[in-house]
């Protein structure tokens, strides 16, 4: 089993910035990959970005490539999610999740985080 747990959502003018963290505990050796996913009110839960444990690999969405960040800190068991120059359409709760191998697709990631609130005002 793996936990995870999201923090650091918020409300946050666009052109902002914000920093999600996604605390991960239990067996998380036998996970790899750790990726953001979010989902916007009346639609469906989307790829943000994706990362691997042990070669920090990274992988992002289009609609975030440039201004989104994934990066892991393997001694706390953590990984970070820097969202800069923040959009209206950015606002969404996001989810952090882990899987045995990197991807885009829900189907690839099996434990799943609570998610948090991230709420970008124009």
């Known amino acids: 089993q793996v936990q995870l747990v999201e923090t650091g959502g918020g409300l946050v003018q666009a052109g902002g910035s914000l920093r999600l963290s996604c605390a991960a505990s239990?067996?998380?050796?036998?996970?790899?990959?750790m990726g953001w996913f979010r989902q916007a009110p009346g639609k469906e839960r989307a790829f943000v970005a994706a990362t691997r444990w042990s070669s920090g690999s990274t992988y992002y969405a289009d609609s975030v490539k440039g201004r989104f960040t994934i990066s892991r800190d393997n001694a706390k068991n953590t990984v970070y999610l820097q969202m800069n120059s923040l959009k209206p359409e950015d606002t969404a709760v996001y989810y952090c999740a882990a899987g045995k191998t990197m991807g885009v697709m829900q189907s690839e990631f099996d434990y799943w985080g609570q998610g948090t609130q991230v709420t970008v005002s124009s």
């Open positions: 239990g067996r998380t050796f036998s996970r790899q990959a």
